[in-house]
């Protein structure tokens, strides 16, 4: 390695804990996940050995309490476990983040028996989750989704057709919102549905730019029976569930993003102090060190931002807009930084012989994800301006 090859992230860790598991984390991500990372996606291959290996491990409950089998550890530890995570892949890095999203319902809002029931499976025993609000005609109006769950005795039936689901189709278990009551959002509630549930079916896999080996489908619901014991929180609170667990879940698209673009740097740093035109590195040119500058940067501001977000969450305070911003911030990083990671590599950087062009492919669905920035430019002038039509 030579002076000016990427060394690894600095992290600031709290504990010796932390910088271990973070130690664990690369080994993994190095020996399990990195080296299978561009030919499983180009071949549309979901890693289903590799979440195995993450649950054996005790990383797909990091931030919920240990008694039930997570890892009791905070978010600005977890926030960075997935930020390595996706820098090896994407696919492992969105697909711990929407595990974790989908296990928030019961995890904050579940009765005590519910948890104790359900939680060391989702968290420790192998399950893999989905999180099912957006709907064919309600994205980013959420609040106006149609899936209906009626009641029957001491059952729910549910009807309905939920889209854009990340693990539709090979979810063990779905975090549910549906329609129990009136219109808007004080007439959704939230449901924990098996993903062998009879009535249940996913959907032919989208067929995305990006992210192939990350299925994405809608998740069909046709007379599911589900019964009240597998209700979250009370009849009508399944909205306010879901948007407390987006503030928490775009930490963790954020977090993602810093990963791909570092990823993208580090692969940009690599070319470029090798490459050789006029007789010297092409990182020796004044351009390129500028980009260089500016892609590092921007990824230390999006890191030092999810952080920030992270330690108010950790600390119990209102964390919204600040999770807003990172998500933003944090996804916009990515887009810039690899796209410029594709330019500085040339035409190299637009082959599939290099990971750049997948990384900018990626790049793109993080910016729509969980909120697309647009919303999230919303959400932040709300808390900084005011409610618009005041």
């Known amino acids: 390695m ?13 504990t010796e804990e932390a910088r271990d598991l973070l ?24 890693p289903r050995e590799t979440f195995a290996l993450l649950s054996e491990s ?3 409950g990091l931030p919920y309490p240990s008694e039930y089998g997570g890892g009791d550890q905070p978010y600005e530890v977890y926030l960075q476990v997935l930020e390595e995570l996706a820098a090896a892949r994407l696919t492992v890095g969105l697909g711990v983040s929407v595990h974790t999203l989908a296990s928030y319902a019961l995890a904050t809002y579940g009765t005590k028996q519910q948890q104790v029931e359900h939680l060391p499976a989702m968290l420790g025993g192998g399950l893999l989750g989905a999180y099912c609000l957006s709907e064919p005609s309600s994205g980013s109006d959420a609040a106006s989704l149609r899936t209906k769950a009626v009641r029957e005795g001491d059952h729910w039936v549910i009807d309905g057709t939920k ?3 990340t693990h539709g189709g090979i979810a063990d278990f779905y975090t549910v919102m549906a ?48 019964p009240d014991d597998r209700r979250i929180g009370e009849e009508g609170q399944g909205f306010s569930i879901a948007l407390a667990a987006l503030d928490s879940g775009r930490l963790g698209i954020a977090a993602c993003a810093i990963g ?45 931002l999810y952080l920030a977000a992270a330690r108010l969450r950790d600390a119990g305070r209102p964390f919204a807009k600040q999770a807003a911003m990172a998500k933003l911030h944090c996804t916009d990083t990515a887009m ?45 002038a709300r808390h900084v301006a005011g409610p618009e039509g005041r």
């Open 336 to 380: 810039k930084v690899t796209t410029d990671a594709v330019q500085i590599m040339g035409g190299y950087g637009y082959t599939a012989d290099f990971p750049a062009e997948r990384y900018m492919r990626e790049a793109k669905v993080l910016q729509i994800v969980e909120g697309t920035n647009q919303i999230q430019r919303m959400v932040i």
């Open 23 to 46: 130690a664990l984390v690369r080994e993994i991500a190095q020996r399990e996940i990195a080296p299978r990372a561009a030919e499983e996606e180009d071949a549309g291959r979901f």
């Open 260 to 304: 791909l673009a570092q990823a993208a740097l580090d692969e940009a740093v690599r070319y470029a102090t090798q490459r050789r035109q006029f007789g010297r590195p092409v990182a020796d040119f004044q351009g390129l060190r500028f980009m260089i500058a500016d892609m590092a940067t921007q990824i230390e501001a999006g890191r030092a």
């Open 179 to 226: 329609r129990t009551g009136e219109d808007g959002p004080r007439g959704i509630t939230a449901f924990l549905v098996p993903g062998d549930a009879p009535g249940l079916s996913g959907a032919a896999p989208e067929k995305k730019m990006g992210l192939k080996g990350s299925p994405t489908a809608q998740v069909h619901f046709d007379g599911v029976r589900v």
């Open 2 to 14: 030579s002076d000016r090859d990427p060394q690894p992230v600095e992290r600031q860790l709290p």
């Open 58 to 60: 005790g990383l797909l």
């Open 163 to 165: 889209a854009w689901i």
